[in-house]
Each structure stands twice: as structure tokens, then as C-alpha cells.
């Protein structure tokens, strides 16, 4: 009886290594493709995910409004979607790009 719950808890431990190391490579990614932003446009860029049974079901970006200026939805997204690709090799089941304004900057 107890040979079998060793093995439950041992197999727990051994996938949630995995899931540690899959959580510290996403927030790697983070930091480069904010990194990317800033680079590439001198935006400053925050950045979520979400992965779902490991599928990497969305990306969000969120940028300010007052530093896209007056650039395009067509423009913004595009300069999402490659700064995405430069930073991972999956492509996420969908692309949020949040524009946000903040009244006390106007």
C-alpha cells in the first residue's frame, strides 16, 4: 500500500519540477519580449500569459497610449505579432493588444 502512494507522490514532485521550470522559462520570456518592445519601438510593454493544459492558449499585451501616439490598430498588432515570433517559437492561440490611456497624463 504504501509502495504505491510513494510512487503517486514521487511522480507529483517529478511533474511539478517540470511545471516550476516551464513557469521560469514563460517569465524569461516576459522580460525579452518586454525587452523587444523597448528595443525595437521604445515602448514600454506589459505582458501576461496564460497556458491551459500546456497549450499556450493567449498572449496580452498591454501598451500606453501616449507612447504608440497616433500609430494604427493595424500597426500596433503587427509590431505585436513580431515581436511575439522573435520571442516564441509557439504561437499562441490568441493575441490580446490592450491600448491603454490613463485622464491624468491628457
Known sequence: ???PILIFLLALLIM???LA???QEMNKKQAD???VFQDTHGWEAQ????IHNGVFTRLTVR???GEIGDRT??????????AAAK???ERPEVLVVQVVSNYENE
Open 1 to 3: 500500500m504504501q509502495k
Open 63 to 65: 501598451l500606453d497610449a
Open 87 to 89: 520571442v516564441f517559437q
Open 47 to 50: 505582458i501576461g500569459w496564460n
Open 73 to 82: 490598430v493595424s500597426h500596433v498588432v503587427a509590431a505585436a505579432k513580431e
Open 16 to 18: 511539478g519540477c517540470d
Open 21 to 23: 521550470s516551464d513557469m
Open 33 to 35: 519580449l518586454q525587452q
